[in-house]
């Protein structure tokens, strides 16, 4: 019988010598033959037995397993968890997950996110800020006298309030956020992704107006390596249309899927076209007041940039190549030349780049980086509203062309025959 159990504690009954009671010869020596004298016990702080050794071992074996079982089931519940951050639209590849209805990012999650957001505002609160994920949202409300507190929204959960700060920007009313706005930004962005794509939304962002500007949202996708931060974020207006790529690609009309291609050249999206430049322009128009004049349009492939003025008051407008328009900014300006809207020929650009792509060795359309028109100055007798074209690349003193009104003459400035 030996004097130690497993767990190297004394049993009760067991001899007092390790192999043999004390004062025999019959134990092992230290060498493991036959010595001069006996050997002693084993005290309790000794080398443990061969049993001791193999029970101490199975018990580490128990408390690995339960250790892995632990660490698998957390990241089990962490999968499963909804307050976890889950990218749409990365289904796999050939898949495109839209959000479900416990989402934040769905029609029915926003609309009752939006919902306890008119709420829970106070008399006078105003949003200065809002963000919404998948699992949560988290708003900002600002007060009369500049004052700003934190909400956070959970599906299904009444909002937490969180810290309280002091006001800097602007702010929008709760209610003028409209209700299909977060849905349909988010489907727009799936078609634009395209489905083939593993590519996933992670969060909107409410783009909140300053003074003179308008508000929109941002929507932006996961992180992927390799891909070009312009390429990850889209952009749309309040209602959450008229979305486009960071790079200006517009977004698919509902029933088309991308991936989007950004506007180049005279083809596709592009706002060199005629047509295209043309419902831009009268988008923009649509936005102007009675007697504005336009001061100055720089049109690229992906946007229409116009500077108007109505007396001394100055307005800028953002075309994209979605025909959203937007309000970059007002102030004052002592410019007294301007034309209306109506004057600007939308085909003159194009027919402009085509006459000098005729005169130039090499491919004229592909290199257009922007035309700009500016209107006849009364000072100068001579003065004419004319279009300048300007190329991307080569020679710099060679990159630039000017136009007439109409397209149909251009010229190199200082040139013969030049506009």
């Known amino acids: 019988m030996s004097e130690y159990d497993a767990f190297g504690r004394k049993q009760k009954g067991a001899p007092a010598g390790w192999g043999g009671a004390p004062g025999t010869t019959g134990g092992p020596t230290d060498g493991g033959s036959s010595g001069s004298g006996p050997r002693p016990s084993r005290p309790p702080g000794g080398r443990p037995p061969r049993r001791r050794r193999g029970g101490l071992v199975a018990l580490f074996l128990v408390v690995d397993l339960v250790i892995l ?83 956070t929204f959970r599906d299904g959960k009444d909002p937490e309030e969180g810290s309280t700060t002091t006001a800097t920007g602007g702010a929008i009313e709760p209610a003028a956020i409209p209700a299909d706005a977060v849905p349909r930004l988010v489907a727009a962005v799936g078609r634009g992704i395209g489905p083939s794509s593993t590519a996933g939304l992670d969060y909107l962002v409410l783009d909140v107006p300053s003074e003179g500007e308008d508000a929109g949202w941002y929507a932006y996708q996961e992180d992927v390596p390799g891909t070009a931060s312009e390429t990850r974020r889209w952009s749309s207006d309040l209602d959450g249309r008229h979305v486009v790529r960071g790079d200006g690609a517009p977004a698919p009309a509902p029933g088309q899927d991308g991936p989007v291609v950004q506007p180049a050249g005279l083809e596709g999206a592009s706002l060199l076209r005629g047509a295209n430049l043309r419902r831009a322009l009268a988008a923009a128009r649509s936005r102007l007041r009675p007697g504005s004049l336009v001061t100055s349009a720089v049109v690229r492939p992906t946007e229409v940039a116009l500077t108007t003025r109505r007396g001394w008051r100055e307005q800028r407008l953002t075309v994209d190549a979605a025909l959203g328009v937007r309000r970059s900014g007002t102030g004052e300006t002592t410019r007294r030349i301007g034309s209306p809207i109506t004057r600007l020929d939308a085909d003159a650009p194009a027919r402009a780049i085509r006459k000098v792509d005729a005169r130039v060795t090499g491919d004229v359309v592909a290199r257009v980086d922007y035309v700009v028109w500016s209107p006849r100055d009364p000072v100068f007798p001579t003065s004419r509203d004319t279009w300048g074209v300007y190329l991307g690349g080569g020679n710099p003193a060679t990159r630039l062309w000017r136009a007439s009104r109409d397209g149909r003459r251009v010229g190199r400035p200082g040139t013969a025959g030049a506009p």
Request: charged letters at 30%; glycine letters at 10%; proline letters at 6%.
């Open 69 to 151: 079982l632990g660490i698998g089931a957390f990241f089990l519940v962490r999968e499963s968890d909804p307050g976890s951050d889950r990218p749409l639209f990365s289904g796999g590849p050939g898949q495109a997950s839209a959000p479900d209805d416990d989402s934040l990012l769905s029609a029915t999650g926003s609309r009752r996110m939006l919902a306890q957001l008119r709420d829970a505002a106070r008399p006078g609160e105003r949003v200065s800020s809002l963000s919404i994920r998948d699992a949560y949202a988290v708003a900002r409300l600002a007060d009369r006298v500049g004052r700003e507190r934190s909400l």
